[in-house]
């Protein structure tokens, strides 16, 4: 059961990378704008 727990762990967690990482870059662009 763990085995066919930890399959689909690899890509789930790749497409929350792929979607969180360019939210917080763009949040991370916004407070550097406003700094300027």
């Known amino acids: 059961m763990s085995e066919w727990y930890a399959y689909p762990a690899g890509p789930i967690l790749a497409t929350i990378l792929f979607i969180v990482l ?4 763009l949040y991370q662009a916004r407070t550097f704008v406003r700094k300027l």
Do not use: E, K, T
């Open 22 to 25: 360019p939210l917080i870059a």
